[in-house]
Nanobody, 121 residues
């Protein structure tokens, strides 16, 4: 199983980035996907989560940390084994390493290596 994030980088305040998370070796559609971040010297926190049942036509919607609501959007494309985190109106306090997690029951729980996001002028 491999989980790989990409799309991080340096962006100015107010800018946007889209992170991608590709999971291989799993039946991706079964897995809940979440994005987490860890800023230097701080604990890792979850910023967004989307369940396997969340689709464009379902009533099950993603959830977000209060600090990113209205600015970040999590989505998934099961056909591509890929999840995304669209980040808009970025702030310096969004600077962190962002990690993708895919989980199906407590026994199947996988993390990526992280991608750095730096918001600075």
């Amino acid at each position: 199983v491999q989980v790989v994030e990409s799309g991080g980088g340096l962006v100015r305040p107010g800018g946007s980035l889209r992170l991608s998370c590709v999971a291989s070796g799993v039946t991706f559609s079964r897995y809940t996907v979440s994005w987490h971040r860890q800023a230097h010297g701080k604990e890792r926190e979850m910023v967004a989560i989307i369940s396997s049942a969340s689709t464009a036509s379902s009533d099950i919607t993603p959830n977000y940390a209060d600090s990113v609501k209205g600015r970040f959007t999590i989505s998934r494309d099961n056909a591509k084994n890929t999840a995304y985190l669209q980040m808009n109106s970025l702030k310096p306090e969004d600077t962190a390493v962002y990690y993708c997690n895919v989980q199906w029951t407590r026994w199947y729980d996988y993390w990526g290596q992280g991608t750095q996001v730096t918001v600075s002028s």
